[in-house]
């Protein structure tokens, strides 16, 4: 059975940081993962039974802006909308319209379904292994 959860006592962050790799989402610490996720305005965390599948958080000012980051869903269950699942329960808890969402690149067609479009006015200062354009998150 598939439930999607607020709760972030008991999350296993070494377990979420291998999902990280499975994904492909990149490489990331467990305790950096940890704290990311403590410091977030909303996070959601899906399990099928006991196990993790997949996770969400978003960074809010409770005013006007707000940002999903790290939406994650194990391959296997890709298709199965469960992804838009995440991203409908981050919205949910965000309370302003105005959110950006921070995406791997070549995933913008499922964001696109999940009701986003794409936006010509973002500029970015990233990471040195993000910022070499062969990684596709930005434009030169």
Not at 11 to 27: M, Q, T, V, Y
Not at 71 to 85: A, D, F, Q, R, S
Not at 112 to 138: E, Q
Request: glycine share 10%.
């Amino acid at each position: 059975m598939i439930r999607y959860e607020t709760e972030i006592s008991g999350i296993d962050w070494n377990k979420a940081a291998e999902g990280f790799s499975r994904a492909p989402l990149g490489e990331c610490e467990s305790e950096k993962l940890a704290r990311a996720f403590q410091n977030s305005y909303a996070h959601i965390f899906v399990y099928e039974d006991e196990r993790l599948i997949g996770l969400g958080r978003a960074l809010c000012d409770g005013e006007y802006q707000a940002g999903i980051y790290d939406v994650l869903l194990l391959p296997e269950y890709h298709g199965t909308g469960i992804g838009k699942g995440i991203v409908q329960q981050l919205c949910k808890q965000l309370p302003m319209p105005n959110i950006i969402l921070y995406d791997v690149p070549g995933r913008e067609e499922f964001y696109r379904k999940c009701g986003f479009t794409k936006m010509p006015t973002a500029m970015a200062v990233l990471h040195p292994r993000l910022s070499d354009s062969k990684h596709g998150y930005l434009e030169v």
